[in-house]
Structure formats: C-alpha cells, structure tokens
C-alpha cells in the first residue's frame, strides 16, 4: 500500500502495510519537531519505516 497523509499542526501519524496488506510498522511526528515534518505537506512511509516527502500528490483546490 502506498498511501499518503498531509502534516498539519499538531501530529502526523502514518502506517505502512506490505503487499500482503500486514500492517509492519505505524510511525508518528510532531509537525514542526525534530523530525523536520513540514505542515501543508504531504508524506508517505519507506519500505524502512521513514517518513519522504510524497512530491507525486497531485491535490486540486
């Protein structure tokens, strides 16, 4: 599963799945901590468990 989330204030908290849709790993940020999570930006999980930029998100507004 290659899902994304969009950070906004606060905490982002993703989960990633193998191809077998088994949950391997959940992972959280604070937006704005260490982790160097942006707000108004979109993330999705390596196959390693950590947090990319998802720069493919094509969102209309």
């Known amino acids: 599963m290659n899902s994304a989330a ?3 204030e606060g905490w982002l908290v993703l ?4 191809a077998d849709d088994t ?3 959940v992972k ?3 937006v ?5 999570i ?17 720069t493919d998100i094509k969102v209309e507004e």
Request: charged share 25%; net charge negative.
């Open 6 to 8: 969009k950070a906004v």
């Open 15 to 18: 989960a990633g799945y193998n």
């Open 23 to 25: 949950l391997e790993c």
């Open 28 to 30: 959280a940020a604070k």
């Open 32 to 36: 704005g901590g260490p982790e160097g």
């Open 38 to 54: 942006k707000a108004d930006t979109y993330y999705r999980l390596t196959a390693a468990g950590e947090f990319v930029e998802a």
